[in-house]
Nanobody
Framework: QVQLVESGGGSAQAGGTLRLSCAVS????????MAWFRQAPGKEREAVAR??????TYADSVKGRFTISKDNDKNTLYLQMSSLKPEDIAMYYC???????????????????WGQGTQVTVST
């Protein structure tokens, strides 16, 4: 069974920092494309960042503030979140692309395994 479990969510002050982790079991992350998405209440799930052997891609809204990384030895994906803003409040989900049907991109259709999410709140 493939499982993705997020952790590290919580509350932070505006301008603060959080680090999210996504532990993958039942699958070797290896050279696979992985990504972080987020979903605010009443809104569609949106891509935050993705990572592959070819590099990293970020949504414009988080560029320069968030950093995605992956430790294949630990089978874990990370999202370092800095300079947090109230608009960053959302459930954050990690995702894995095992099928490689669309290439490594920021679209939801690229990913076939998902975690259950971890909540991020930001106070002013």
């Amino acid at each position: 069974q493939v499982q993705l479990v997020e952790s590290g969510g919580g509350s932070a002050q505006a301008g603060g920092t959080l680090r999210l982790s996504c532990a993958v079991s039942g699958y070797r992350t290896g050279d696979r494309c992985m990504a972080w998405f987020r979903q605010a209440p009443g809104k569609e799930r949106e891509a935050v960042a993705r990572i592959s052997g070819g590099g990293r891609t970020y949504a414009d809204s988080v560029k320069g503030r968030f950093t995605i990384s992956k430790d294949n030895d630990k089978n874990t994906l990370y999202l370092q979140m800095s300079s947090l803003k109230p608009e960053d409040i959302a459930m954050y989900y990690c995702a894995l692309d095992s099928l490689r049907l669309y290439g490594c991109r920021l679209g939801r259709e690229s990913y076939d395994y998902w975690g259950q999410g971890t909540q991020v709140t930001v106070s002013t």
